[in-house]
Every structure is written in structure tokens, then in C-alpha cells.
């Protein structure tokens, strides 16, 4: 049996986990303050806060920027649902735009028409782990014209004076655009460390802080600190101290800390992060070299001059398939106990979000990249004769099903 993506748990991880286990202090402390600061340093961002999700790291900004009813925020249709479920609970609208033509992430032409005097926000996403194209998204956001229609609500949104752009990175830690590491690309990027990411905690996430000026990136980690902890003055390591005990509440806030367990399951992954993504890099090569012979098989781009992804899904293309197709395809590799996925089904094909009134055909590029996708396992340990076998299998259950169609 070849699983889809397991999670890579060294024993230098099982040895931290152990060392916290015993040290008495297992909450949020000392543990997660250096993972957040090692990922401020791997990333070169500003400042970064550790969360208990990406998901409470994207819906903890919408909320710090005041987005609420009567606003909307840009999203791509082709994501996973955390990315709209935020916007929802914040009682904004999701405003879904298209993928390119050419690649799985957001259009930005798609995010111009998009974008009217109620947009707040656009949340791009690395889909993938391939970097969108922030450069144009930045100076998108910036231009006159844009900047004219936007109307804030809120002391913090008159600031920024423009609409927010928060990445959506849940893909792409250690990702690359132009020289610059995710994190490092935009106002503020949102990493995931789900236990099929690359670099896991189990569950957790972290918020990455680049706010220009005047914002002052060490000032709003406190206040997300705060916020992030049921709004005490004092998260319980600071209560510690001598004299320490009191504490007051300043905001209803929520319930998001990462604790110091998952922290040091971090620690040790970043320490190995760029040797495990080398070895996935060495996996999608392997790949395309035993598919590119194929005219049925779509390749992925994950490197380009501007480019270089975090390595996190290898998503193969079936050209001419029909998704009827690509299902049978998924069945029979299944079979032979290969396990495969498909990223994403787009939003509005979810029933929550077809109930509302969202259309699949609006979204013509995302529907039809969704139709023929299948993403093949990718894990540390995988070896090369696995690869071959995935390989193997894919190639029988095109060519059989393709027949058949």
C-alpha cells in the first residue's frame, strides 16, 4: 500500500516532544515564542504569531482589520473551504473569482472586476505551494483608482488606507517569489502546519506580520496575543512570574494559542525543512521524468525564474479526460492500493456555497482545472521504487480509462 501523504516524525521531534512533556510547561510558552521567532527569521517577515490553525489565523486578521456585514472579500473559487468559511463567520460576503487559464492560482485580471467600494480584503492563494503573483496583486491594490473606491470603517482600516491583502500561504511555507521566502510577500500571510503539510505541528498555523508603515508589526503581535487568548492581558507562562498572577481582560477575544507540545514538533521540522523539501523537490522530478513521454500528462510547473514552489502537492493535469474519467482513473489506482487525491473540488460546487447561490460556470478556468486533477502522494520517506509504482499504476489506469471513455 502506497498512502497519499503521511506525516514525517523524526526522532529529534519525538525527543522534543518528550523534553516539553517533562519540563512541567506544555501550553503556550517559551517553546512556541522561539518557533515563532525561528519561522520570523526563516521567512523574513516582520513579526510572526503562532496559532492553533490557519483557518483562526485567517478569520483572527479579518477581524483585527473590521471586516464584517456589508463587506466583501476576494477569494479564488479553486481553494479549500477554510478560505471562504472565515469571511462567512465574520458575516462578509465571498466574492469568488476565477483561476488563470494557465496555472491553478487566482487571476488578478479576475480580482480587478472584482473589486467594488465594499471590497475590504482579497485573500490570494498559494495553491499548491506555488506563490501567486503578489507583485502585481500589491500595485494592484495600490493604484489610484482602486485606492479611490475603497472606504474604510474602521481606525485601522483608514491607516492601511486600501484593501488588505492576506495571503493565504497554508501551501507554501518555505516557497520562494523573486527572491522572497512566503511570509514576506505581502501585508500579511497565513501559514498552515496540518498534519499532511510539509512542515507539521499536528494541527497549528502561524500568522505572518509585514505590514508597512506606519504599522508597527512588534506593537500588533502583542495586541493579536491578546486577542488570540481570550483577550487577557497576561497569557498563562507570563502569569508565572513573581507578582504575576493578576491579569485583566481587554476584548471579548478567542481561544486560537498554539501550545508549546506542537511548537517543538515545529522546532525540529524547521531545523530539517530545507533537507525535506530537497527530498520532495527529488520526488517531482522523478515524477515528470516518468511522465513527460506521455501526451496525456499535464506536468506541473512548480520552478520558473520568479518562481519556486514549497514542493507540497504534485498535481498532475490529465489532458482530454473528462472528470467522469479522472474518477474511474482515482478508482482504479485505488485498486491497486495507491492513494491518490484530488485539490480542490472548487467552492462552488460545495453545497453550502451552490445553496447560496454561487455557479460553477462563473468559474469556468476552475472547473475545468478541477476536472482532470489528480494529485499523486508526495511524503519524506517515500522511496524511488514507490514513485515508480505510483508511476506504474497512473499509466495502466490512463491508458485503460481512456479507452473507455
Request: aromatic share 10%.
Amino acid at each position: 500500500m502506497i498512502p497519499f501523504s503521511p506525516p514525517y516524525i523524526s526522532e529529534d521531534a519525538i525527543k522534543a516532544v518528550t523534553e516539553v512533556l517533562r519540563s512541567g510547561w506544555i501550553t503556550t510558552g517559551p517553546v512556541t515564542k522561539l518557533f515563532e521567532q525561528q519561522l520570523t527569521e526563516y521567512c523574513g517577515n516582520k513579526k510572526t504569531l503562532c496559532v492553533n490553525s490557519a483557518t483562526a489565523g485567517l478569520e483572527l486578521i479579518l477581524r483585527w482589520f473590521g471586516v464584517g456585514p456589508g463587506d466583501e472579500v476576494i477569494i479564488p473559487a479553486y481553494t479549500y473551504c477554510a478560505t471562504a468559511n472565515v469571511v462567512v463567520h465574520c458575516g462578509a460576503v465571498p466574492v469568488m473569482v476565477d483561476t488563470n487559464s494557465f496555472d491553478f492560482n487566482i487571476s488578478v485580471e479576475g480580482i480587478r472586476k472584482a473589486i467594488t467600494s465594499r471590497t475590504k480584503a482579497i485573500i490570494p492563494v498559494d495553491v499548491f505551494g506555488i506563490p501567486c503573483n503578489y507583485n502585481e496583486i500589491n500595485e494592484l491594490v495600490d493604484e489610484v483608482e482602486i485606492k479611490k473606491m475603497f472606504q474604510p470603517q474602521t481606525t485601522v482600516q483608514q491607516l492601511l488606507g486600501r484593501i488588505l491583502i492576506l495571503s493565504d500561504a497554508a501551501h507554501s511555507v518555505g516557497a520562494s517569489y523573486q527572491g522572497k521566502k512566503t511570509g514576506a510577500l505581502t501585508d500579511i500571510s497565513i501559514f498552515s502546519f496540518h498534519a499532511v503539510k510539509n512542515l507539521t505541528t499536528s494541527e497549528g498555523g502561524a500568522v505572518a506580520l509585514n505590514l508597512p508603515k506606519p504599522f508597527d508589526c512588534d506593537e500588533l503581535y502583542k495586541q493579536l496575543n491578546i486577542s488570540s487568548l481570550h483577550g487577557q492581558s497576561k497569557d498563562a507562562y507570563a502569569k508565572t512570574a513573581q507578582k504575576g498572577w493578576r491579569y485583566d481582560v481587554l476584548e471579548a477575544g478567542y481561544k486560537m494559542n498554539m501550545t508549546d507540545i506542537l511548537a517543538a514538533i515545529g522546532l525540529s521540522q524547521l531545523k530539517e525543512y530545507e533537507g525535506i523539501m530537497k527530498q520532495r523537490k527529488h520526488i517531482f522530478t522523478l515524477y515528470s521524468d516518468l511522465l513527460k513521454a506521455y501526451e496525456w500528462a499535464v506536468l506541473p510547473e512548480h520552478e520558473t525564474p520568479e518562481k519556486c514552489s514549497s514542493f507540497h502537492v504534485y498535481n498532475l493535469k490529465i489532458k482530454n479526460v473528462p472528470e467522469a474519467a479522472r474518477d474511474r482513473i482515482i478508482d482504479a489506482m485505488l485498486e491497486k492500493d495507491v492513494h491518490v487525491n484530488v485539490h480542490f473540488q472548487p467552492l462552488p460546487l460545495l453545497t453550502y456555497y451552490k445553496d447560496k447561490g454561487y455557479r460553477i460556470t462563473d468559474v469556468p478556468n476552475a472547473y475545468n482545472n478541477y476536472s482532470c486533477e489528480i494529485s499523486l502522494p508526495v511524503f519524506y520517506t517515500m522511496t524511488d521504487d514507490q514513485v515508480r509504482e505510483v508511476a506504474e499504476t497512473l499509466i495502466f489506469a490512463v491508458e485503460k480509462n481512456k479507452t473507455e471513455a
